[in-house]
């Protein structure tokens, strides 16, 4: 683009001192067609000159070399998938967080009322046709309540500059006004598609679906159905696909005084010279919180380990895996060979937990990535069918789950225990450990968890899953068998 912006401003420069000789020479009282070599000038020009300006071969070759330098890193460039994707994440925002769409679109995560979620350095404001193209994917897919809030914005910000052009828009305010009409239409409030329906036929009175609509309308509302239409949604309210739901009652006092940090050496060697920084975050479910469990350059090995082989993340469904729609994440898996950083973490975490990490007892070490607007839903690590994928492994369900923070984030990202009612910040370098299942055997309806969608930030962690067998004689049952 910088190369093409050179050439055209190189190319109008000479167009402009042509303009000024031509000008100079139409503006001149002594110059007559009388003189034979004007006369030539003039013809010469009106043949010859304007033609070669018209059809210039440096404007041509000009565009050719921006196309060409298009079609070189077109691969590289977000798809249609990518594009809704990343809208898809601005709503999930919007419904987790309870964020103003208003707010959004002028740069900034509030609710209503409240201080800012997180403020960015720099504000990064929606344009009128980026509002537009949010409110489209929902629209596209019949999700009327966000396309009504996002197109209400597109229209505001469309009005406050109807009849400027923008290179960058590729909607304008009739399109928004027609979206937001059928939008409201679909949601039963048919007064309100009209009056935007007859806006709409101001700026474009020759359109004859529009003017259908309008007449369609006015019918439904003489005959009385101008209220709530039967089995439509409604636009106010608990958005349709809230992540994480009601949440129980606070944690009873009684829990809250086994909580505190120690240091732990687990009765390992291992950790006699370093001990690990234990927080105990919560004792039903057991789960606790290891800082500082690996350094910045462990960190950025695993992450660099991991990065050439991201994919995207599947989850464990019935009886089979399947890429997730809920799951907005890449993922890698390496083994304890890949690196000797990964091999000492493998040891670490043998250490930490004195539980078995050797093949087939746990799973190679997951990578996970999460992009804009990342999270996971509700969800339990531990199998919750005999027939689950996860017991191909010939080595029983998942007994605990070791989940290591590579990544700093700004806002959002926190993991959350759903019925324990808690959640764990994103602590960079931290290791959050919990056992899945009891000492019984059955599964820990309190581990529960999801990952928050991440706000703010670029969010790495790494996942070790331990399996049962091989931890018998390392964490035995209990006299209790409800234990």
Known sequence: LRSYLRDESSRLRLLRRFYEKVQALHQDPKASVDNPLLAFSL???????????????????NTQALHAGL????????????????????????????????????????????????????RAPLSADDCFHVGKVAYDTGDYYHSIAWLEEAVSLFRLSYGSWNLEDRSSLEDALDHLAFSYFMAGNISHALSLSREFLRYDPRNQRVSRNVAKYKKLLETGMGARLPGTPSTSGVPPHALLGP????????????????????????????????EMVRTQPHVALYHDFITDAEAETIKGLAGPWLQRSVVASGEKQQKAEYRISKSAWLKDTADPVVRALERRMAALTGLDLRPPYAEHLQVVNYGLGGHYEPHFDHATSTKSPLYRMKSGNRIATIMIYLS?????????????????????????????????????????HAGCPVLAGDKWVANKWIHEYGQEFRRPCSADPQD
């Open 408 to 448: 700093a984030v700004e806002a959002g990202g926190s993991t959350a225990f759903i019925y324990a009612n808690f959640s764990v910040p994103v602590v960079k370098n931290a290791a959050l450990f919990w056992w899945n299942l009891r000492r019984n055997g059955n599964g820990d309806g309190d581990t529960l």
């Open 43 to 61: 013809i010469k020009r009106l043949h010859s000159d304007w033609p070669n300006v018209i059809y210039s071969d440096e404007a041509t070759r």
């Open 71 to 122: 079609r070189e890193v077109e691969q590289e460039l977000p798809g249609a998938e990518d594009l809704e994707g990343a809208a898809r994440a601005l709503m999930r925002l919007q419904d987790v967080y309870a964020l103003s769409v208003k707010g959004l679109a002028s740069g900034v995560f509030q609710r209503a009322g409240q201080p800012p979620l997180y403020s960015p350095g720099r």
């Open 247 to 278: 949440l129980p009652p606070q944690a009873a006092p009684e829990q809250l005084l086994h909580l505190g940090c120690s240091y732990e050496t687990n009765g390992s060697p291992f950790l006699l010279l370093q001990p690990a920084k234990k």
